[in-house]
């Protein structure tokens, strides 16, 4: 087994599992030429991107990249989700993720970070 083992999670399969249904009703309102199949595919589609989502969040998703052995396999929670995974879209779009010292930073309106209260007062 791969060490980074893409894709080999519950958020992973359910959001494909969901998404191939949607496909399909896609397919069907394609060759059917009906709109209301086509639509109810497409609304399934996008719920298979929430859950997907949701499931990342929740700690059924894993980060990318080498992980441990005792990650690898399918049902094991990612403990660090609560945190935010360095460098993922999703946890960033969550408003998760790692924050450097700079982007804490007040900045103000001009653009320029502001003093801090240590210069100020040597000041």
Do not use: F, N
Not at 24 to 30: P, W
Not at 70 to 84: I, K, N
Request: proline share 7%.
């Amino acid at each position: 087994m791969s060490q980074h083992d893409e894709g080999h999670t519950v958020a992973g399969w359910t959001g494909t599992a969901i998404a191939t249904v949607g496909s399909g009703l896609l397919g069907l309102g394609v060759c059917t030429v009906s709109a209301v199949a086509l639509v109810a595919g497409l609304a399934v589609c996008a719920v298979s991107v929430l859950v997907t989502w949701y499931l990342h969040l929740a700690g059924w998703g894993k980060p990318p990249g080498p992980r441990p052995r005792a990650q690898w396999p399918l049902r094991v929670r990612d403990t660090g989700a609560r945190d935010g995974h360095p460098g993922c879209v999703s946890c960033r779009l969550a408003g998760r993720g790692r924050r450097t010292a700079s982007a804490l930073q007040p900045v103000s309106g001009a653009g320029e970070t502001e003093p801090t209260a240590t210069a100020e007062a040597r000041g």
